[in-house]
């Protein structure tokens, strides 16, 4: 599973596998779900799964009704700018921080904080296998 993440010195691809900088990527525009939330600093939606960052701790809202409700997550994560959903695995999230990825693959509950250190994150994308 690859990621391109934007950053403040270019685009690269990540493998989200091997937890490595694989190259350079090509440009993206992430499409940004609207999203009736206070404080709302990026959203990301596939199917009914809908996520927020939020400039609050924590830093995530997650609904899985397309927003009609929605609970907290990412309790222990730091401040975010960017996140992304799997569109073939909902429950597949990707959380930028300022120079770090984490990565969760059960709907949020739990995250792990992948090895590369990047340039200040400013978006993330899935890209498809």
């Known amino acids: 599973m690859n990621a391109a993440v934007k950053t403040a010195s270019g685009t690269y691809l990540v493998d989200l596998e091997a937890e490595e900088v694989v190259g350079e990527a090509d440009e993206f525009d992430q499409q940004r779900p609207s999203v009736e939330l206070p404080r709302v600093v990026a959203a990301a939606a596939a199917g009914a799964t809908v996520v927020a960052v939020v400039d609050r ?5 997650v609904s899985h009704d397309a927003g009609s409700t929605w609970h907290e997550a990412g309790g222990g994560l730091p401040p975010g700018f960017a996140v992304a959903v799997d569109e073939d695995n909902p429950d597949v999230m990707l ?6 990825l984490y990565l969760s693959e059960n709907g949020g509950i ?20």
């Open 57 to 61: 701790r924590p830093p995530l809202a």
């Open 95 to 100: 959380f930028a921080a300022r120079n770090r």
């Open 110 to 129: 739990f995250w792990r904080a992948l090895v590369p250190e990047l340039p200040e994150i400013k978006a993330v994308a899935f890209l498809p296998d």
